[in-house]
Structure formats: structure tokens, C-alpha cells
């Protein structure tokens, strides 16, 4: 991971990625709360994004709202994989898909077995157009 890290009382935690298509889209937006913020990978490359929460809690589902570069409609994840832990432990690990680009993106919810929750690793395997991104992810 990039030395990326940055810390929002909202969600109360701390976002990383591998890499940031530009300092006007860091990690810390997939965290704050905030649908027109987006955290974007560089054009054409896989990449993750780590979230840790400061107190862990738990929780049964991630809910996910897409990328898409608002200024410019050209990147948006299509592929992915997320991965919850408690501690360094691997509670669940998911494969899912957003079907389509869309430029007014809309939620997608992810269940799993409720577990206690640190940190979730959501990695981009692959985009739509220029490259892959997020604009919110959520514990529930």
C-alpha cells in the first residue's frame, strides 16, 4: 500500500490504496460519507483499497456505490473482490461484479456471515473504460 492514509470522524477510520489516479481522488473519499467523492485508481491498472475502522464492530453486509469520474463519466470498477477481517483473521471473502457503467451510480449490498470487523480490503480486478475506482463503501 501507498502511504495513503487518512482519517474521517464519520466513519472513524483509516482508508489506504495502492495507488490514486490523482491527489483529487484519494482514499480517504470512499470513506466520507460523501455519494460525489471518489477514490480512483491511475488508468488501466488493477488495484485495493484497505479501510480500517479505529474500534472494530460488527456487521453482516458492505454496501458499495461505484466510481465514475463525474467530471469526465470515464472510470468505474467492474470486477472486484472484498475481503473482511477481525484482526489479521479472514472472516469472508467475496467476488462481485457492477453489471454496467453508469454514470449515476447506485448501491449495491453484499451479505456475508456476521462477524466482528477491523478491516475490509476491496480490490479492483478489473474496470470499465480508463480505469477502476469507488466512491463509498459501508459497513451495515
Do not use: C
Not at 27 to 49: C, F, K, R
Not at 66 to 95: C, M, P, Q, V
Not at 101 to 120: E, I
Amino acid at each position: 500500500m501507498v502511504g495513503l492514509s487518512f482519517l474521517y470522524g464519520r466513519s472513524h477510520a483509516t482508508a489506504k490504496a495502492s495507488a490514486i489516479h490523482s491527489e483529487l481522488h484519494p482514499p480517504s473519499y470512499a470513506v466520507d460519507g460523501v455519494a460525489e467523492t471518489e477514490w480512483l485508481l491511475p488508468n488501466g491498472i488493477q488495484g485495493s483499497l484497505e479501510v480500517s475502522y479505529w474500534r472494530p464492530r460488527r456487521a453482516s453486509a458492505v454496501r458499495l456505490r461505484n466510481a465514475h469520474n463525474r467530471h469526465y463519466n470515464d472510470r468505474a470498477t467492474r470486477a472486484f473482490k472484498l475481503e473482511i477481517y477481525d484482526g489479521n483473521e479472514l472472516r469472508a471473502s467475496l467476488e462481485g461484479e457492477f453489471q454496467a457503467f453508469d454514470s449515476d451510480p447506485k448501491w449495491l449490498t453484499l451479505s456475508f456471515p456476521q462477524a466482528r470487523v477491523s478491516k475490509v480490503r476491496f480490490s479492483v480486478l478489473s474496470h470499465f473504460h480508463a480505469g477502476g475506482g469507488l466512491s463509498e463503501l459501508e459497513l451495515r
